[in-house]
């Protein structure tokens, strides 16, 4: 079942850019300001539902891509397709084809939040507002004198929780144990949270042909490539520290980012008019587990529509 058949008010597009097809959820009214949400791994757009229904009602014009290589969208075959830039550069086509709008919210989770995160680092953004959800801005972490060993122990400590990036790098295993694998990931990163709705859906929407995108973005992350001039330039800015506000929220509980990356984030290393909210309780997918807190905090944080 797809999201736009499961809920009242939902609708389904296809956009074409590149060569690539996006599958797209869209609520909301045609001329009211757009908001882009983009999920990140392992999710679909069947995942942020809630916060879909809340900002369509709020009055946003809302746009929810299953991400390239996810549920229907397109599965490029290059490994350097799934890079940040290729994925800002879909954000943007869904936009063009979709609204006549020349500015937009984004709202990203996980990897979403990597491109919010990047997008908020161009000084021509095309988004006015920029909400990351269960992710730092990496630039933004310093290493302090004062706070040298907690930060090494941190670092330290998160090569456990970031396991499967080692995975995933590996030929042909992480596809063969893709639902298994992924179903540890949300009982480990969302304690608590009944992930069941959620893998059925995944477990729909990526076959075999699919685990080897979905994978694709973690095996770009350490494979060289050629690249242009303006690519180089592009990731230089998409690894900068951002220049816009920016919205972060995430969860004390968060099993797949540790809570401690996001300390000191609001003593004025962000941009002013930045947020950070730490949400006690929750684990990595807080838009799904506590949704109303999110729903609210996200739209107080826009402002109305």
């Not at 392992?42 to 809340?54: K, N, S, T, V, Y």
């Not at 990731?235 to 968060?254: C, E, N, R, W």
């Amino acid at each position: 079942m797809c999201l736009a058949g499961a809920v009242a008010g939902f609708t389904e597009r296809f956009v074409a850019r590149d060569g690539v097809r996006l599958r797209v959820v869209e609520a909301g009214r045609r001329g009211d300001p757009p908001v882009v949400l983009a999920h990140g791994f392992p999710d679909l757009a069947l995942g942020w539902r809630h916060q879909i229904a809340a900002l369509a009602a709020a009055g946003y014009h809302v746009l929810a891509p299953d991400q390239r290589g996810y549920g229907r969208s397109s599965c490029p075959e290059q490994v350097a397709a799934y890079d940040i830039h290729a994925l800002t550069g879909d954000l943007v086509g869904v936009l063009d084809a979709l609204t006549d709008a020349r500015r937009a919210v984004f709202v990203g989770h996980d990897w979403g939040a990597f491109t919010a995160h990047g997008a908020a680092a161009l000084p021509d953004s095309p988004f006015d507002a920029h909400v990351a959800l269960a992710i730092p801005p990496l630039a933004s972490i310093r290493i302090t004198r004062q706070e040298f060993a907690r930060q090494v122990w941190t670092a330290v400590a998160q090569t456990r929780n970031s396991w499967y990036i080692v995975v995933n790098q590996l030929p042909r295993l992480p596809e063969r144990v893709f639902a298994s694998m992924t179903g540890l990931l949300w009982r480990e990163w969302a304690p608590g949270y009944d992930a069941a709705v959620d893998l059925a859906h995944l477990a729909e929407a990526a076959p075999p042909r699919n685990r080897a995108a979905i994978v694709g973005y973690y095996r770009q992350m350490v494979r060289p490539r050629p690249g242009s001039a303006l690519t180089r330039e592009l990731t230089k800015l998409f690894m900068a520290p951002p220049i816009h506000p920016v919205q972060v929220l995430y969860g004390s509980d968060d099993h797949a980012m540790r809570a401690q990356f996001f300390a000191g984030l609001d003593d004025g290393r962000l941009p002013e008019g930045s947020r950070v909210e730490r949400l006690e309780g929750l684990g990595h997918f807080l838009h799904l587990e506590r949704p109303e807190q999110v729903n609210a905090l996200i739209v107080d944080h826009l402002g109305p529509a």
